[in-house]
């Protein structure tokens, strides 16, 4: 079973976002990296599989973004995937999500896969686009917002499990190969060992570039995107929290409806 | 994670990428399953034994050293790990240190290929707990002057005497411990359960509660010839280990110490006095945070330094010694200036100061106290011993 996970490096959640000046985008200075929650998911997910495989099977990683991905590719390293593929190259920058999914599906045609794994978004820009437009690259079918799943290793296929509206279930059968968009509740991802993380230090990360790919520089980056970012704005300052004054209950609780029907208009 | 991280040198820029991606895991580790329950079992005097497995599995214990399934870290990342986990506290980087630096180091380094098979592996796992029994009622700074001896008998030893503030103690399944056998210091382990040997946990502490602390009492005690550590000869090898404890303990205190200067920073931009305005822009204490955070970044750099040395296998006992002072007591005064800051609120356990500091009473006292430190860097500047 060769089990493929596309991983991103997002700003960790607790990073107060800054903007740069001009249209410049999000001020990365400072800005603490980790792995995406929901690409961690989908990396001790195919950790799982494996493990409940018997260990056959061999776990590649899949990573677009700059050098200091590295960190986050090392930690997936180090929770126990075997090997990475590091797509790394300045034209790469400033895709869209049509462009990410064109060259993740490159570099994934160019190794053995059986189950492609991702985070059914990025919490950085929160789009939920990558997993499905990787699929329709490979031409292979695509289940988003897995909460479980099951795979039948003798017959090639994978059951899956998803919350649908309503708080009902629902299950799939997909063939393999697929891909698969993980979401919150799959599993508890591990915390890479020590000896996970000295054991990482020798397992191999490949440099891919566009050329590599085949990729010309006018297929790609910011020259090749079909969604043009117009303008970066923060959302606006939370206001200070209303306070009703008043000792008689009665009339706080008149003021308070009064509020909500005119002013905050939710009654 | 917020309040373990401080870097205003950028030192992080030192740091190795398996030695940043260790440092998350601890942080992690510590986030998600200390600081939920740490304060409960401090107030409650209680060490949070359900811990100990996971740490095992995760690798942090016996992490410096090489073999026996431990992981082999640096110095540098075990220096992190003894920060971030003093950054929950002091009693979990305590129990880390006691297992790994004294009791498993003891082990790996005076032992015969036996006993480390026996024991190193599954201390490793958290399987087995050890401990480290140097210190006695009537002798802390002067262990030279020990009484507790071991006599040798047709099928090992006899073991009199008693030893006191010993971490993990009466959880132990593995004493180290070091007496007089023909007037030389020797090493001995001493399982859990021997006839003659008892532990008193002791209770009623203002400082480590969320640790273990126990007296170790031997009466009559018989172990076997093969529990002797053969290759131990005189005070040198019991030091030798402390100076294994010391490096984790001077990492520790710059994890508290991040820690509360961090709680004091956040406080002091929030709470408002005179005026509606935050009490961070008072003079007063604005030069308390400067001071803090001068004071911090120093013993980062001091620790970096001699963390260098110690890797290139340049690191002298009076490096660690200088390094244990300087953090240790840096890190108490930070605490008890955060404290001050908090206010009332520094004394409750809402916040974390005001145990950081409590602890930090004890790490400026155990494995050495801090006057003992001085004077070993006195011996070595003057070349006059002071402590006879």
């Known amino acids: 079973m060769n089990i493929v996970v596309c991983m991103k490096q997002v700003p960790d959640t607790e990073t107060k976002i800054r903007l740069k000046e001009g249209n410049g985008g999000i001020q990365t200075d400072g800005v603490k990296w980790i792995i995406n929650p929901y690409c961690e998911f989908a990396v001790e997910e195919a950790l799982r599989i494996r493990e409940r495989n018997g260990g056959q099977g061999t776990v590649t990683l899949v990573c677009m973004g700059p050098d200091r991905a590295v960190e986050s590719i090392r930690t997936a390293l180090a929770m126990g995937v075997d090997k990475a593929i590091h797509l790394n190259d300045p034209l790469f920058e400033g895709s869209d999500n049509f462009g990410v999914a064109k060259i993740l599906a490159r570099a994934i045609q160019t190794i053995p896969h059986d189950i492609i794994l991702c985070g059914k978004q990025a919490v950085d820009d929160d789009a939920s686009q990558v997993p499905q437009i990787l699929a329709e690259q490979l031409n292979i079918p695509h ?14 296929k994978v059951t899956t499990s998803r919350r649908i509206e309503g708080g009902a279930k629902e299950v799939l059968e997909v063939p393999l190969p697929a891909v698969f968009g993980a979401d919150k509740g799959m599993n508890e991802p591990r915390y890479a060992s020590l000896p996970g993380i000295m054991k990482a230090k020798s397992k191999e990360v490949k440099k891919v570039t566009a050329a590599d790919l085949g990729l010309k520089p006018e297929e790609i980056g910011v020259a090749a995107a079909k969604v043009k970012i117009q303008a970066y704005s923060l959302p606006p300052e939370r206001q200070a929290g209303k306070k009703i004054e008043g000792g008689d209950p009665a009339q706080v609780a008149h003021e308070l409806a009064k509020w909500l029907r005119e002013e905050a208009r939710v009654i | 994670m917020k309040q373990m991280d401080l870097d205003f040198l950028d030192l992080n820029s030192f740091l190795t990428n398996e030695e940043r991606v260790l440092r998350d895991t601890v942080q992690g580790f510590v986030t998600q399953k200390v600081l939920p329950t740490i304060e409960e079992h401090y107030q409650n005097g209680t060490f949070p034994a359900h811990l100990i497995r996971e740490m095992g599995e995760l690798g942090f214990l016996g992490a410096n050293l090489k073999g026996y399934g431990c992981a082999d870290v640096s110095p540098l990342a075990y220096g992190l790990l003894s920060q971030e986990l003093e950054a929950g506290d002091a009693g979990i980087r305590s129990f880390v240190s006691v297992q790994s630096s004294l009791a498993m180091y003891a082990i790996h380094t005076f032992g015969n290929e036996e006993q480390r098979q026996q024991w190193l592996p599954p201390m490793a796992k958290g399987e087995k707990i050890g401990c480290f029994g140097l210190t006695e009622p009537d002798f802390g700074s002067n262990p030279s002057g020990m009484r507790t001896r071991a ?3 047709g099928r090992g030893y006899v073991l009199h005497g008693a030893k006191m503030w010993i971490t993990n103690g009466s959880i132990a399944d593995v004493a180290v411990v070091w007496a007089k056998l023909d007037g030389v210091i020797r090493g001995f382990l001493v399982e859990k359960g021997t006839p003659g040997f008892k532990t008193q946990e002791m209770k009623q502490k203002h400082s480590f509660r969320a640790s273990n602390t126990s007296e170790l009492l031997f009466d009559r005690c018989e172990i076997p010839k093969e529990n002797l550590l053969s290759k131990t000869d005189g005070l040198l090898s019991p030091l030798s280990c402390l100076n294994q404890g010391r490096f984790g303990v001077a990492w520790g205190a710059l994890g508290a110490a991040t820690v509360c200067y961090n709680v004091a920073k956040d406080y002091a931009l929030s709470r408002k006095q005179f005026n509606d305005r935050p009490i961070a822009s008072h003079q007063l204490v604005q030069e308390k945070l ?28 009076v490096h660690i010694s200088m390094m244990k002072m300087n953090n240790t007591q840096m890190a108490l005064h930070v605490a008890r200036t955060a404290r001050f800051i908090l206010g009332g609120s520094g004394i409750m356990s809402e916040y974390p100061v005001m145990r950081h500091m409590c602890n930090l009473e004890t790490t400026v006292t155990y494995e050495g106290t801090n006057d ?16 006879y």
């Open chain 1, 143 to 156: 289940v988003m917002v897995v909460e479980k799943m099951e795979v039948d290793v003798a017959n090639k």
């Open chain 2, 290 to 317: 400067a001071e803090m955070l001068t004071e911090i970044t120093k013993a980062q750099l001091l620790s970096l330094r001699v963390t260098q040395l110690k890797t290139e296998g340049k690191a002298q006992h």
């Open chain 2, 151 to 153: 006599e040798k008998t």
């Open chain 2, 372 to 387: 003992i430190q001085k004077l070993i860097l006195g011996k070595e500047i003057t070349g006059i011993q002071a402590f």
